[in-house]
């Protein structure tokens, strides 16, 4: 078992900035990857990014070139920073690990809106 604590997100302008975090406990050891999923009202759970066990990063391309996530497996803990925020970035963000199951935070709302 793999328990997720995530803090951060609120409200913010578009264009502002805000920054999630997420630390792991429980079996980290058997954890591949960790990242972020949110899901926005009324759509399905999408995949954010990840930082694998060996350090590298993928972005979906929405988010491409103004998030940036961190820490990773070793570290126990997966932070994304989040920049140039838009409407559509609104939604309930989810830490996620992967070991052969999937394990989610608690979730967390971000409101991006003037």
């Known amino acids: 078992q793999v328990q997720l604590v995530e803090s951060g997100g609120g409200l913010v302008q578009p264009g502002g900035s805000l920054r999630l975090s997420c630390a792991a406990s429980g079996s980290i050891f058997n954890i591949n990857n960790m990242g972020w999923y949110r899901q926005a009202p009324g759509k399905e759970r999408e995949w954010v990014a990840t930082?694998?066990?060996?350090?590298?990063?993928n972005y979906a391309d929405s988010v491409k070139g103004r998030f940036t996530v961190s820490g990773g497996v070793a570290k126990n803990w997966v932070d994304l920073q989040m920049n140039d925020l838009k409407p559509e970035d609104t939604g309930v963000y989810y830490c996620n690990a992967y070991t052969t199951y999937h394990y989610w935070g608690q979730g967390t709302q971000v409101t991006v809106s003037s």
């Open positions: 930082i694998t066990s060996r350090g590298s990063t």
